[in-house]
């Protein structure tokens, strides 16, 4: 795990390498087994000075997440952090030079070390990323980051870094003095065992342990120092709304530590740390955020005996904003892809969309002009179907329409390969449906993209009922050819995402047709962590948009559909009677004026009467919040999503269900099933039949059962 080298010079070189692991983590033996090389560093006369590197393609990705789920105490999750502190203090007090020579990513933990060094080196390569980063999973970082970083850039430098987890590639850290210096890889030892030689018997003791030493740019009660709590305390109130414990305890710990000196500071953080660590937000956010993300991304449900599918070039049929989305997006990733739309002027507008994304890179500094012209090349604007000759995979992402589809699946089958997979963007028409206009089903399947589908990580594979275990295989190998994460599911109206997503909006509108204040509603969703509020995502989406689904939903199930009738009524009455359509429309909900914020339109208070007695904001958001889990368990008992991990990652990434609460399903299963059920009923008393808990959840809690283990 740990191997030390000491040089002739004098030089010791302790190298993590962690050859059982992906990356190199902190845990119990890796600690212990670093603790015994450094203090062998301190102890030896021979010892003048000591690197800190990786013999791994990363420096360290931080502590092992597995740990939490077994120090399930508070005791001993504060033992190891004291630990560690200690370990770290001996480093900065054995009067001995030590430096980071960081060879790859330093993040959590990792960059902790680095920051207990004397001095920070870093390898000049634009992949290394460089950060705390832990506030992203509910967490806080817990080996004197909150302490060692304001102290070393100064407090109004460090708050957004520690409030945003962001991390920086090296010559990025360096200018907001996260690192001393960046040279070429292949020169990082010898520059770290040049500033030992030279430098570093003059700086053994760290500016915080230092007589007199001040703050950078002043501390807690400088004017500078006020200022930046002051402000900052809003701004962290109005993106949290107080759901999320870690960023209000890094600003406390920040805040506390820093009025007192370095040592205490450090016991300041570490209860900070624990209380972090054992609170069900960091649980929920670790088990979604980090490991079935991360299981996803490995395709862990991917079918074993499918060999894996290698793409060169696809067809994406419709250059609209979807479609010049996915073709960018593949291009990006080294694929060929046609663009085909019916007119040449279409597709060539589908391309210079892809090109104005390109360009944008090139102004942020993320990629070269030479590459933007590469990348930009690789999409052939066409009419033809013939074009689509030779692609592996065609998407299609023309109109929700079925005639339209069959259409353009039948010409584009008709010059594909035998084992060309044929995929639909559709968000909402089963794939079974579609997939009868294909002369070869079990190669159809869907991939529901997200908009904007350059910023939306997540694609839904929707699984007909004749799709074949190799074209799922298959097309998850492309979804993370193109660095998106994907969940699997199986053929539904709606699937899972726009199904349950759907239930957020459809409470909305049946609030609003209660009599339920409009700003109540809308900002009862903020606070509970949704992005917007019902009735603004509604406009967003477009009212006539959903007024099209019901009426196609309706015509299609006849007698058996089952809507809901308040919110169904809401939307007939804004779209047949009054026009207001949405956003696109610049009336719905809202009225947005070609200057100025959106408002709430007034005349809502005249279609919807407010109710006399109005319910408290923890009553909306409950109703807004469950409503999804309900639904998401049905899906789970009709075998819709099969996996709760995917059910999860969908909610989060997919229309961006609170993050604090893990998903749609951590909801339910951090809270109990048993707690969950019982408001369930009494929401089903109230409220009506869309909260009647499935029989799932019942079987779940007469047996004892959870979704996730404890």
Request: charged residues 25%; proline residues 5%.
């Amino acid at each position: 795990m740990i191997d030390y080298e000491l040089g002739a010079d004098g030089i010791a070189v302790i190298a993590w390498n962690m050859a059982d692991r992906a990356m190199n983590v902190l845990n119990d033996e890796s600690v212990a087994r670093f603790a015994a090389a450094v203090e062998t560093a301190i102890k030896d006369a021979a010892v003048k000075g000591v690197i800190v590197t990786s013999k791994r393609r990363d420096f360290l990705a931080g502590a092992d997440l597995t740990r939490l789920g077994r120090d399930v105490d508070a005791a001993g999750l504060t033992a190891f952090t004291m630990r560690f502190h200690a370990l770290l203090r001996s480093m900065e007090k054995s009067g001995k030079p030590f430096c980071a020579a960081l060879n790859g990513t330093a993040l959590g933990g990792g960059y902790e070390i680095a920051l207990a060094c004397h001095h920070r080196i870093a390898a000049d390569d634009p992949r290394i990323q460089i950060g705390l980063p832990e506030v992203t999973i509910g967490l806080l970082p817990g080996g004197g980051g909150t302490q060692r970083l304001p102290r070393l850039i100064g407090i109004r430098n460090a708050l957004p870094l520690l409030l945003e987890g962001k991390k920086l590639e090296p010559q990025k850290a360096r200018a907001a003095g996260l690192v001393d210096e960046v040279v070429p890889k292949d020169q990082l030892i010898a520059a770290a065992r040049r500033w030992l030689l030279t430098e570093g018997k003059a700086n053994t003791v760290q500016p915080w342990d230092r007589k007199g030493f001040r703050i950078p740019d002043g501390g807690v009660h400088s004017p500078k120092g006020q200022e930046t709590f002051v402000a900052g305390n809003a701004l962290l109130h109005a993106r949290t709304y107080g759901n999320y414990p870690a960023p209000r305890h890094i600003a406390s710990c920040v805040y506390e530590g820093l009025i007192t000196d370095f040592d205490t500071g450090l016991k300041i953080e570490s209860r900070y740390f624990v209380h972090c660590a054992l609170s069900a937000e960091a649980r929920n956010m670790i088990r979604t955020l980090f490991f079935s993300i991360g299981e996803a991304n490995k395709l862990a449900t991917r079918p074993k005996q499918v060999p894996e599918q290698s793409y060169r070039r696809i067809g994406v049929l419709g250059a609209g904003m979807m479609g010049a989305g996915i073709a960018y997006v593949s291009a990006l990733a080294g694929l060929d892809v046609v663009l085909l739309d019916t007119g040449m002027a279409e597709a060539e507008k589908g391309k210079d969309a892809a090109g104005r994304l390109l360009q944008r890179r090139v102004e942020q500094g993320r990629m070269a002009p030479a590459q933007r012209d590469e990348v930009l090349a690789r999409i052939l604007p066409t009419t033809r179907f013939e074009d689509l000759s030779g692609a592996e995979l065609v998407i299609e992402a023309v109109f929700e329409d079925r005639a339209i589809k069959a259409e353009v699946t039948r010409k584009a089958e008709a010059v594909l390969a035998e084992s060309a997979l044929f995929a639909s963007n559709t968000s909402t028409l089963p794939i079974t449906g579609l997939a009868e206009a294909s002369a070869r089903p079990q190669n159809f399947i869907g991939l529901h993209f997200f908009s904007p589908v350059d910023r939306m990580p997540l694609v839904e594979i929707i699984r007909g009922r004749l799709t074949s275990d190799a074209s799922l295989a298959r097309a998850m190998d492309y979804v993370r050819r193109i660095g998106k994460t994907p969940i699997t599911v199986n053929d539904s109206r709606g699937f899972y995402t726009s199904r349950v997503f759907g239930t957020y909006v459809s409470e909305g509108l049946t609030l609003l047709a209660e009599g339920v204040a409009p700003a109540l509603i809308d900002n009862a969703g903020r606070l509970a962590g949704m992005p917007v509020g019902p009735l603004a995502l509604a406009d967003e989406v477009s009212i006539e948009l959903m007024h099209k689904v019901r009426n196609q939903t309706r015509a299609d199930l006849g007698k058996d559909y089952r809507g809901n009738a308040k919110s169904d009524a809401v939307i007939e009455l804004m779209v047949e009677k009054l026009g207001r359509i949405g956003r696109k429309a610049g009336k719905g909900f809202y009225d947005y004026p070609a200057t100025g914020p959106k408002r709430l339109w007034p005349g809502l208070a005249q279609h919807f009467k407010p109710a006399g007695a109005q319910p408290d904001v923890a009553e909306v958001k409950q109703r807004l919040l469950y409503v999804q889990s309900v639904e998401t368990a049905r899906c789970l008992e009709e075998k819709v999503v099969l996996d709760p991990r995917d059910a999860d990652v969908g909610a989060i990434l997919g229309w961006g269900f609170p993050a604090y609460l893990g998903g749609t399903v951590s909801q339910m299963h951090s809270l109990g099933i048993d707690r969950f059920l019982a408001a369930c009923d009494r929401l089903a008393q109230r409220c009506g039949d869309r909260f009647a808990a499935p029989k799932l959840l019942r079987e779940m809690a007469a047996t004892g059962k959870s979704f996730y283990a404890a």
